[in-house]
């Protein structure tokens, strides 16, 4: 069965620093690997985009890395501001059909 | 500017009665999706569309339908709503080809009663 687990559950950082949040898949075939924001009361919103060649893609202050033999992603967000507080969803994608699993998120809290 | 619109954003209504939840695309996309987001589950996608009058099912297709006559528009309809079907749900388009990110709409908040 297809599934995308993410941790923490959620987290709480001061202004100005830096986090990084995980995401561990088991899809098969795999074919891709994706990071949304999903603002409150939004719908998400993608940041970054890696196939399976790919080892590391940035998008600002947003860098997503994927490691396919060990199938783990990671998105490290660097200084991070107010507008960061959201949930982060990590979903894969399967080869063919793009078919997609959508992990249920970190939510992120940035306070002043 | 590049969106995928649904209407309503809310509705609060009562059990089997019809409803229609409308999505529209500007992007010319050839897929479009609806999804369902419920507390401590990811989007589980309930039927997706490949291009004009091609629909299939999703992860969780009992209870809805859905059509495809217009490459811009893919309806979600409600026959009978049951309380079970109470979510927010999500419109996304995308291109067919390649690795393409998805586009979401802001979501319909469903309360069934």
């Known amino acids: 069965k297809n599934q995308v687990e993410q941790s923490p559950q959620s987290l709480i950082i001061l202004e100005g620093k830096n986090c990084t949040l995980q995401?561990?898949?088991?899809?098969?075939?795999?074919?891709?690997l994706r990071w949304y924001k999903q603002d409150t009361g939004r719908g998400p919103v993608s940041l970054t985009i890696m196939t399976f060649s790919e080892n590391t893609k940035s998008n600002g202050r947003y860098t997503a890395t994927l490691d396919a033999d060990t199938k783990q992603s990671s998105l490290h967000i660097t200084a991070s501001q107010l507008s960061d507080s959201a949930s982060y969803i990590c979903v894969a994608g399967n080869f063919g059909n793009e078919k997609l699993t959508f992990g249920t998120g970190t939510r992120l809290t940035i306070i002043p | 500017e590049a969106q995928v619109t649904q209407n309503p954003r809310y509705l609060i209504t009562v059990t089997g009665k019809k409803l229609t939840v409308t999505c529209s695309q500007n992007?010319?996309?050839?897929?479009m999706s609806w999804y369902r987001q419920d507390p401590g589950l990811g989007l589980r996608q309930i039927y997706y569309s490949m291009n004009v009058e091609v629909t299939d099912k999703g992860d969780v297709p009992e209870g809805y339908k859905v059509s495809r006559k217009e490459k811009r528009n893919f309806p979600l309809i409600l026959e009978s709503p049951s309380p079970n079907q109470t979510s927010l749900y999500f419109c996304?388009?995308?291109?067919?080809?390649?690795?393409?990110?998805?586009?979401f709409g802001d979501g319909t908040r469903l309360s069934i009663l």
């Open positions: 995401c561990n898949y088991t899809v098969s075939p795999f074919s891709n």
């Open positions: 992007m010319n996309h050839e897929y």
């Open positions: 996304a388009s995308r291109p067919l080809q390649g690795s393409q990110p998805q586009h």
